[in-house]
Each structure stands twice: as C-alpha cells, then as structure tokens.
C-alpha cells in the first residue's frame, strides 16, 4: 500500500527513513516545475506523484520535493543552487537525493503503539470520504453523534432530518457522510461566518438541537500559527510541515478523550426548517446569455 502524504509526514517527523544523501541525476519539467525520474543504483526511478515542495535549507533558492515513484516508495530530491544570489535560471545547481521513507512492513520490527489512530467506524467512515484525518473532521463527526444521540432520545426522525452549518471547514465532509445530509439534497444548508455551530432540524416537526463549539486550548498555538504561516508563504522546509502534522494529529487525539459535553455547548431549539427550492424552471439571463434558475434571476 502507498503511504499517503499525512502518513509520509508523520514517518518523516519520527525518523523513519532510509538516509542517502548522494548526487543524482534528475529530468526535470521546467513547465511542469517538477522532477520527471531520477538515477539511483544503476536504475531509473520514475516519478508518478508530487507529494509536496517545500523550501530547502541551504539556501533561499534551494526546492525541497517530496515524490513517489513507481514501486510506491517516497523519496526526497533537494535541489541546490551554487550561488543562491544569482536569479538566472541558468545558475549552476546540483540534485541530492535525501532519503527514502521506510515502507509499513519496513516498520513493523519498530512499530510503535502512539503510531496508531484509535477511531470509531464512523469517524474511519468521515476519513476514507474526506481523504485524511484532520482535527475539524473529529468536531463534525462528534457532532453528529451527539445532535443524534439528542434528537432520536426525544422523538421519532424517520421524517428525516435537515442541518444548518455556520462554516466550511472539514466537518462538513463528516457531516454529510454520516448523515446523509448534503448540498444536493438541500438537506444541508450552509451560512459561513466561520463559526463551529451546527443546527440539526428535525424536517417534520422542526424541533432541533444547536451545537456551539466550546473555546479549546491545545497548547500549542504559538508553534501551530508560526507553522500555518510558513506554510501559507511557501516558507516551509519538509521538517516543517512534518511537525505541523504532529501538532495535529496531537488535536485529532485530545478532540477525541473530550466528552460531548466539554466539547459543545448544547441548545435545544424549535424553528421552521429551511424551504427546499424545486431547481426545474430556468429562464436565458439577459446579460450574459446562459440559463440562471428563475429563482436566482436578478432584474
């Protein structure tokens, strides 16, 4: 199995790779500015993913790439530049070939207990939907759980249910997976102002439950922004962006010991749900010229 990206980064922080360190020759895309294949031990490594490109630390103009290649290993290419002053794309630069990430069963004689996520089957359900685990994806599978721990204890929902989110962040995709609630089916209804408040509405009687999320310390948010915003710059070496990922998955696991009731402020509520739209009758917007739903047209 190919390690994902998350995975790669985690190996990374803990040192679980194979050091190489040796000069190698790379094709390169210049219009895809990415490595093609590299040359090592007499044999051609293709590559057939970019896992990231980060900023190297010898010098500014120095590219860090993290790739995978055709057997599914991980590799990080460096790319150094002789005279980091000069802006010519012609500057003489030279490829190093840093390590490789051991593989799962690479791991297994050290594997390590704190390695694993312990999750519920829903939450494994959020992630393989969502892509990887993240912290946001634990409040909006909590979330779930608890508005239908709370709904189903008061009355009957087999008339469905609709949510209303204030954010877009990852919970949403924890949302929409287990519940079945989404933007298609107008079943979820979104109003980003940034916030973690979910409303669940029973469709029928509209009797609900808000869900505020409380303020969380995790302790490390002078690391966690000082991470984001080298990131977010391009400024992020490997390591970097490694540690990032171990702060994270430290939120993903105190998100996951927090009961329900540290976790959200709780309200129950009753309001009319939301108006679902038929989306059938378009009409031929008179400025641009393409079909607009009626309902969305402006005068």
């Not at 057997?71 to 150094?80: A, P, Q």
């Not at 378009?282 to 969305?296: E, M, Q, T, Y």
Request: charged letters at 30%; aromatic letters at 10%; glycine letters at 6%.
């Amino acid at each position: 199995m190919p390690l994902k990206r998350e995975e790669t980064l985690r190996s990374i922080d803990k040192k679980e790779v194979e050091f190489i360190q040796r000069r190698v020759k790379v094709d390169y895309n210049n219009r895809l500015q990415s490595p093609l294949s590299f040359f090592y031990q007499n044999r051609k490594h293709n590559v057939t993913g970019l896992l990231g490109t980060f900023r190297g630390d010898l010098s500014p103009r120095d590219i860090t790439y993290l790739v995978m290649t055709q057997d599914e290993d991980v590799y990080l290419l460096y790319l150094h530049f002789h005279d980091p002053s000069s802006q010519s794309c012609l500057s003489p630069c030279y490829w190093i070939l840093g390590f490789r990430v051991l593989r799962a069963e690479e791991l297994m004689f050290f594997f390590r207990e704190e390695r694993k996520m312990l999750v519920n089957m829903e939450l494994k359900r959020a992630t393989d939907f969502h892509g990887h685990l993240c912290p946001d994806l634990v409040i909006g599978c909590k979330a779930y759980e608890l508005a239908m721990k709370t709904l189903c204890h008061r009355e009957n929902l087999d008339g469905g249910f609709i949510v209303i989110a204030e954010n877009t962040t990852s919970a949403i995709d924890a949302i929409q997976c287990l519940s079945g609630c989404t933007l298609g089916n107008q079943r979820l209804k979104i109003h980003d102002f940034g916030k973690h408040k979910y409303t669940f509405l029973n469709s029928r009687t509209g009797l609900g439950v808000q869900l505020s999320l409380r303020e969380q310390g995790f302790g490390d948010e002078p690391q966690h922004i000082e991470l984001e915003e080298k990131v977010e710059k391009g400024e992020a070496m490997v390591e970097d962006v490694a540690y990032l990922r171990r702060l994270l998955d430290a939120r993903v696991k105190m998100l996951l010991s927090l009961g329900y009731d540290e976790l959200f402020e709780t309200v129950i509520t009753t309001r009319k749900p939301p108006r679902t739209e038929t989306f059938t009758d378009f009409a031929r917007c008179h400025i641009c010229g393409d079909p607009v739903l009626k309902s969305k047209l402006v005068n």
